[in-house]
């Protein structure tokens, strides 16, 4: 997400402030999953149980935050060409309209294989209202857990999707400028992390980065916090748009 984009969003949630028109923040829910499959042939058809530890991952992921995940379903579609989606194409929005069920509160993640190293995306709770049936999350089917996607598949790259689903940026955005992620209890950082650079301190002057944040790029196996102020403000969004 640009900064400009980003802008726009905080622009918005203010406006909502203002009008007394965001709701207190939700101390938690429980959200329903739908799970879509795609695959071409057997390649990127998971099992049942490399879905249920995909679960389970972000179970333990956001369980200091209130939401948990319930598996309503899980859905197979053999389709080489939506298989290949790629973010923003016709091919995406062809699949997500056949596929995605549910309302504003349900979550819908789709493994396919989008090519040009993407691990994933998604959409943000501010987009809702403007295009229901985009709404959800795309993964690289390979970064499940027990995926070829070293070194992330361990399964957190849906645990960095969904907090943007949940309406968090990364803890990059904007670099250094005091705002950031619009989230006062991560720390400042000028650009990605990668690997896991324990002690970088890429914005002189402050603490070191949030490397083992879920909202940064490292590796998998770095990852494991959330903050309380990127709690309070999934809470937020959650209220106010889902």
Known sequence: MTDEEA??????????????????????STINVYFHVIHSGS???????????????????????????????????????????????STEKTAKTALRQGGSADLNIYTANPGGGLLGWATFPTSYSSNPKDDGVVLLYSSVPGGSAAPYNLGDT?????????????????????????????????????????????CRGGSVDPITNFMDYTDDSCMNTFTSGQTSRMQTAWSTYR
């Open 43 to 89: 390649t990127g058809k998971l099992t049942a149980a490399q879905v249920a530890d995909q679960m389970s991952v972000l179970s333990a992921a956001y369980a200091s935050t209130g939401f948990t995940f319930n598996l309503v379903s899980t859905d197979y579609t053999d389709n080489a060409t939506w298989f290949a989606m790629g973010y923003g194409t």
């Open 7 to 28: 802008a726009l969003i905080e622009e918005e949630l203010s406006a909502l402030e203002e009008a007394g028109m965001v709701a207190p923040p939700a101390s938690g």
């Open 158 to 202: 849906a645990t960095h999707e969904v907090g943007h689903w949940m309406g968090l940026y990364h803890t990059f955005q904007g670099g250094c400028k005091s705002s950031g992620d619009s989230v006062s209890d991560t720390e400042p950082e000028k650009s990605a992390a990668y690997g896991c650079p324990t002690g970088r301190d890429s």
